[in-house]
T-cell receptor, first 116, second 111 residues
């Protein structure tokens, strides 16, 4: 149980392109989903917290207009990197937490984004 | 000072060894503690989670929390090459949401 699917796993695109990443909880309802960014050999940095049906809460220093997050249902959240540039190249990982309180986060397998 | 400190390693051990992975945290309000395992180019996989102090055992893994010293440990018994990965500790105060992660310790178990 507690499977989180993230798609796509790998994206290579040109500078200026917008990229959408999907995060789905396959066998549970996720009230809250999280988006992280991870640079090589570094830990996860929380970008934003997304609650179903409401606006995402962004961490300090994360541009809301750059990283658009939508959490339209209890099983799906999307992250759109708008007008991506090479400095946006990174490993993006989502996680989801079950609707019940005090349940740990379960992670997707990440999306490796490379902007040329 | 980071809220969760973890030695990045790498830690190299022979197969069958007992591995001890450790973290310290600074926020005394932290009550929830987790260990995740992350293989290269994959997302973190939940190994253990605990609330408050004490020990929790699951197969070859034991998680230990000492709130008096703000110290978190993960022990792996009979380590296997397949245990080679990065191990991340995480904590927070308000339930399991909004985790603060350590830097991760890279573990290599060699045959």
């Amino acid at each position: 149980g507690a499977v989180v699917s993230q798609h796509p796993s790998r994206v290579i695109c040109k500078s200026g392109t917008s990229v959408k990443i999907e995060c789905r909880s396959l066998d549970f309802q996720a009230t809250t989903m999280f988006w992280y960014r991870q640079f090589p050999k570094q830990s996860l940095m929380l970008m934003a917290t997304s609650n179903e049906g409401s606006k995402a809460t962004y961490e300090q220093g994360v541009e809301k207009d750059k990283f658009l997050i939508n959490h339209a249902s209890l099983t799906l959240s999307t992250l759109t990197v708008t007008s991506a540039h090479p400095e946006d190249s990174s490993f993006y990982i989502c996680s989801a937490s079950m609707s019940e309180s005090n349940q740990p986060q379960h992670f997707g397998d990440g999306t490796r984004l490379s902007i040329l | 000072q980071k809220e969760v400190e973890q030695d990045p390693g790498p830690l190299s051990v022979p197969e069958g060894a007992i591995v001890s992975l450790n973290c310290t945290y600074s926020n005394s309000a932290f009550q929830y503690f987790m260990w995740y395992r992350q293989y290269s180019r994959k997302g973190p996989e939940l190994l253990m989670y605990t609330y408050s102090s004490g020990n929790k055992e699951d197969g070859r893994f034991t998680a230990q929390v000492d709130k008096s010293s703000k110290y978190i440990s993960l022990f792996i018994r009979d380590s296997q090459p397949s245990d080679s990965a990065t191990y991340l500790c995480a904590s927070n105060s308000g339930g399991y949401n909004k985790l603060i992660f350590g830097a991760g310790t890279r573990l290599a178990v060699h045959p």
